[in-house]
């Protein structure tokens, strides 16, 4: 059965850092992966796929990597600012299947 | 993409009653997917509905309390049964459109039973 982690829980910075959120997955057969961002209380909006054969996604300051075999994500914002802050939850599709299972998410406060 | 369009947003609603949420998507999809997602947790899959078919539930979930329809490739309903506080969540409708095998979520409904 899959298991998604994300590490930290919560993460709290000045704005203007570059800040990185981690992921890892038990299975490494998954067909991609995406990180999504929740505004407390709403629907999640996708931020980020990755596909199983790639490396990375960018979009605009985001930046997803992955590594398949090790079954690690991160999720690298720079320049952050307030508005940057939500949850970010990270899902993996597993191949052969439209299912995603989710980590816990990491809960970004970027203070002014 | 897909933009889904999800009702109730949010409702509060006596214990033992039941609620039906709507999703509505602009384009035909095969498979609709309905979440919930407890506080302070993750999200869950309840079921996978296919038009023209019965839903599939993931273990915990059952029809008789999370009834599903899909009449037409484009439109869902999840109707939570018999409420308890227990069932305070958010609940969530996604779709996987075939050109391209990326999630897109509607707002949610955020449901408290009091």
């Known amino acids: 059965k899959q298991e998604v982690t994300q590490i930290p829980a919560a993460l709290s910075v000045p704005e203007g850092e570059n800040l990185v959120l981690n992921c890892s997955f038990t299975d490494s057969a998954i067909y991609n992966l995406q990180w999504f961002r929740q505004d407390p209380g709403k629907g999640l909006t996708s931020l980020l796929l990755?596909?199983?054969?790639?490396r990375e996604q960018t979009s605009g300051r985001l930046n997803a990597s992955l590594d398949k075999s090790s079954g690690r994500s991160t999720l690298y914002i720079a320049a952050s600012q307030p508005g940057d802050s939500a949850t970010y939850l990270c899902a993996v599709m597993n191949s052969g299947y439209s299912t995603l299972t989710f980590g816990k998410g990491t809960m970004l406060l970027v203070s002014p | 993409s897909a933009v889904i369009s999800q009702k109730p947003s949010r409702d509060i609603c006596q214990r033992g009653t039941s609620l039906t949420i709507q999703c509505q998507v602009d384009?035909?999809?095969?498979?609709m997917f309905w979440y919930r997602q407890q506080p302070g947790q993750s999200l869950t899959l309840i079921a996978t509905?296919?038009?023209?078919?019965?839903?599939?539930?993931e273990s915990g979930f059952v029809i008789d309390k999370f009834p599903i329809s899909r009449p037409n490739l484009t439109f869902s309903t999840l109707t939570v049964s018999n409420m308890s506080p227990e069932d305070s969540s958010i609940y969530l409708c996604?779709?996987?459109?075939?050109?391209?095998?990326?999630?897109?979520f509607g707002q949610g409904t955020r449901l408290t039973v009091v």
């Open positions: 384009s035909q999809v095969t498979m």
């Open positions: 990755i596909q199983s054969s790639q």
């Open positions: 996604s779709v996987v459109p075939g050109q391209v095998i990326e999630a897109f």
């Open positions: 509905a296919n038009q023209g078919s019965e839903a599939t539930y």
